[in-house]
Structures are given as structure tokens and as C-alpha cells.
């Protein structure tokens, strides 16, 4: 192969610097989506629990 061929296979093989991503922001959305799990379950918790005992018991006969 020629030289330009293997440049232009290494370039796609590597990501570009700016594709990294930007980790600060998905560690606050992961964060973020922690305290909403977390929130939901203390507020509607039982009421999520009566409704899956209920479907489960209607699937087992």
C-alpha cells in the first residue's frame, strides 16, 4: 500500500483530540440522575412497591 493509504487508515483508527468528550458534564448527569432515582424511591417508594407486588401477583395466578 502507499503511504497515503496507511496515513489515511491511521486517521480513522485514532480519535480526534475534541472527540474525547467532556467528563465533568457526564459525571454531573450521572450524578444528577442518582439524586433523581434516588428522590423518586423516597417519595413514591411503597406505592412502586404495591403496584409491582400487585402485577406479579396477577402474572402468578
Known amino acids: 500500500m502507499k503511504r497515503s ?3 489515511a487508515l491511521g ?3 485514532r480519535p480526534a483530540r475534541d472527540e474525547r468528550g467532556d467528563v465533568p458534564g457526564w459525571v454531573m448527569i ?3 440522575s442518582a439524586g433523581l432515582v434516588a428522590a423518586i424511591t423516597a417519595v413514591a417508594g411503597p ?3 404495591d403496584m409491582l407486588s400487585n402485577a406479579l401477583a396477577a402474572v402468578g395466578g
Open 5 to 7: 493509504t496507511w496515513r
Open 11 to 13: 486517521s480513522l483508527t
Open 47 to 49: 406505592q412502586l412497591q
Open 30 to 32: 450521572t450524578v444528577m
